[in-house]
């Protein structure tokens, strides 16, 4: 059974910073593409970071030179550090995952569509 399990959402000031957590307990035997998105109410949910196997790494513009993403493969765990967050950080963030295809596709337009694997999502509240 697939399962994605976020965590280390919460409520923060402006300029602080948060750490996101993924457990995953799914593995694929030719590659992975894994992924951070999130959703502020209203709007469409939007790749804000990805990483694949081979080791690349993308961001959205948004959020580039402030969140980095990373994997322990060890524990199976992906992390979103996010650093110098802004109001309209705020919304819900879900981690991702699917087979190995070009990382860029976690921030292209509906990137979403691509990922089959979903988290619950936690949310991320900052505060100005």
């Known amino acids: 059974q697939v399962q994605l399990v976020e965590s280390g959402g919460g409520s923060v000031q402006a300029g602080e910073s948060l750490t996101l957590s993924c457990e995953v307990s799914?593995?694929?035997?030719?590659?992975?593409?894994m992924g951070w998105f999130r959703q502020a109410p209203g709007k469409d949910r939007e790749g804000v970071a990805g990483?694949?196997?081979?080791?690349?790494?993308v961001y959205s513009d948004s959020v580039k030179g402030r969140f980095t993403i990373s994997n322990d493969g060890t524990k199976n765990i992906l992390y979103l550090q996010m650093n110098s967050l802004k109001p309209e950080d705020r919304a819900m963030f879900y981690c991702?995952?699917?087979?190995?295809?070009?990382?860029?596709?976690?921030?292209?337009?509906?990137?979403?569509?691509?990922?089959?694997?979903w988290g619950q999502g936690t949310q991320v509240t900052v505060s100005s």
């Open positions: 799914v593995h694929f035997d030719n590659g992975y593409c």
């Open positions: 991702a995952i699917d087979g190995f295809r070009p990382v860029s596709m976690v921030v292209a337009l509906n990137g979403a569509n691509a990922f089959g694997y």
């Open positions: 990483i694949a196997s081979n080791g690349m790494t």
